[in-house]
């Protein structure tokens, strides 16, 4: 079975950074894929970045130029560097994990997640 545990999250000024990680742990044959989501109140979740396995990575118009997904594959980690924070980025960060525990049988797992309010 494959956990993930979220951290990172806090309150920040309109403009500040904050760096989110989620680690991986159990049985992990290989990973796939990770991202970074987010779901503010009343909205739907969003994918806000991924990366791939080859190193490939994609972003959400809103975040590009401004958040940084990065993985540290020998760590099983995932993280998001955010800079130039929005009010509108505020919402829960849910990171997502896709691979295999066994080279047959895949997984697909998410965090807990992880509050980001970005406040004055």
């Known amino acids: 079975q494959v956990q993930l545990v979220e951290s990172g999250g806090g309150l920040v000024q309109p403009g500040g950074s904050l760096r989110l990680s989620c680690a991986a742990s159990?049985?992990?044959?290989?990973?796939?894929?990770m991202g970074w989501y987010r779901q503010a109140s009343g909205k739907q979740r969003e994918l806000v970045a991924g990366?791939?396995?080859?190193?490939?990575?994609n972003y959400a118009d809103s975040v590009k130029g401004r958040f940084t997904i990065s993985s540290d594959n020998a760590k099983n980690t995932v993280y998001l560097q955010m800079n130039s924070l929005k009010p509108e980025d505020t919402a829960v960060y849910y990171c997502?994990?896709?691979?295999?525990?066994?080279?047959?049988?895949?997984?697909?797992?998410w965090g807990q997640g992880t509050l980001v309010t970005v406040s004055s």
């Open positions: 997502r994990f896709r691979g295999y525990t066994t080279p047959s049988r895949s997984f697909e797992v």
């Open positions: 990366i791939i396995s080859g190193g490939s990575t």
């Open positions: 159990g049985s992990i044959f290989s990973i796939n894929a």
